[in-house]
């Protein structure tokens, strides 16, 4: 996958889980917290801002911050086993 595509997916996937957080805060059926969070950890390896709101959150949140963790270690090993040769 070249550089550009793959940053544009990022982007896009990132945004979409901070939309879906955003509806989930209005919406009682979508938790709203949880893919807000997921949206702040994907964007923020490409926005500063997204980095800094992220650890506002896991210092106001801290079992917030140990379920990401977890789930971050989690989706790397995943995405190591999808594509070995990858140096994300």
């Known amino acids: 996958m070249n550089r550009v595509r793959k940053k544009w997916l990022i982007l ?3 945004w979409a889980f901070v ?3 955003m509806l989930g805060f209005a919406l009682p059926v979508l ?3 949880l893919f807000l969070a997921i949206g702040l950890v ?3 390896g490409e926005y500063i801002w ?3 709101l992220l650890s506002k959150l896991t210092a106001r949140f801290p079992r917030l911050a140990t379920h990401l963790s977890h789930a971050l270690h989690k989706a790397q090993a995943w ?3 999808l594509h070995p040769d990858s140096q994300s």
């Open 12 to 14: 896009l996937s990132g």
């Open 31 to 33: 938790p709203g917290l």
């Open 42 to 44: 994907i964007l923020s």
């Open 50 to 52: 997204a980095r800094s």
């Open 19 to 21: 939309v879906l957080g």
């Open 79 to 81: 995405t190591a086993r």
